[in-house]
């Protein structure tokens, strides 16, 4: 089955713990990417990778790191977490983004105190 | 500055009646284009996507979209609304000069009436 799976689903933590959200695909994608969605702001993109090895910045990524180290998997980095990073967490993959179905994980909701 | 613009935050629509939801993009070159839905507690689901040809899209669910050049709009529509339509939609654009990046708009929430 395919699957995008995210862990942890729920989190809570305070300021300046550091902590990593994972994503694992199991469709041998090579697009993958990370959004945040906030109340009134949609879904905004913090950090995308086309590739192993290959990531580039979205709209937010101040405060948040990747690496994409094989292909399957594409883990989000909070090295020092603030209250204004609390938010709901999506990732998502494909095989491209342009020209492809975007597949979403169930999310990761964050609360950072 | 690229944006993606969902002009109406909440529509309330009676069940059986049609709901339109308007979308509009300001890009240099005409992007690609999707609607997704976020059912509550859920992920995000693909609706439809345009890229180019018949400006007309079918999409799942009885959903489709029309994309309008001139006006620089992708309004998604359905000719007659269930309640399991109730959820969040969301248009999201990728410029053809930024391949990877992929831009939403804030949502409009549906509300389905009996």
């Known amino acids: 089955e395919a699957q995008v799976t995210q862990n942890p689903r729920y989190l809570i933590t305070v300021t300046g713990k550091k902590l990593t959200v994972t994503c694992s695909q199991n469709m041998n994608h090579e697009y993958m990417s990370w959004y945040r969605q906030d109340p009134g702001l949609g879904l905004r993109q913090i950090y995308y990778s086309m590739n192993v090895e290959v990531t580039d910045k979205g709209d937010v990524p101040e405060g948040y790191k990747v690496s994409r180290k094989e292909k399957r998997n594409f883990p989000l980095i909070l090295e020092s977490p603030s209250p204004n990073q609390t938010s709901l967490y999506f990732c998502?993959?494909?095989?491209?983004?342009?020209?492809?179905?975007?597949?979403f994980g169930p999310g990761t909701r964050l609360t950072v105190l | 500055a690229q944006s993606v613009t969902q002009p109406d935050i909440h529509i309330t629509v009676s069940e059986g009646a049609s709901l339109e939801l308007r979308c509009n993009y300001s890009y240099g070159a005409t992007p690609y284009l999707f609607w997704y839905v976020q059912s509550p507690g859920q992920g995000l689901q693909l609706l439809l996507k345009?890229?180019?040809?018949?400006?007309l899209v079918q999409g799942i669910k009885g959903f489709e979209a029309e994309f309008k050049r001139s006006q620089s709009s992708f309004n998604l529509r359905k000719p007659s609304v269930h309640w399991s339509d109730a959820a969040e939609y969301f248009c999201a654009v990728v410029g053809t000069d930024s391949w990877g990046k992929l831009q939403f708009g804030a949502g409009t929430q549906v509300v389905v009436t009996p």
């Open positions: 998502a993959t494909g095989l491209g983004v342009s020209t492809d179905t975007q597949y």
């Open positions: 345009y890229f180019s040809g018949d400006t």
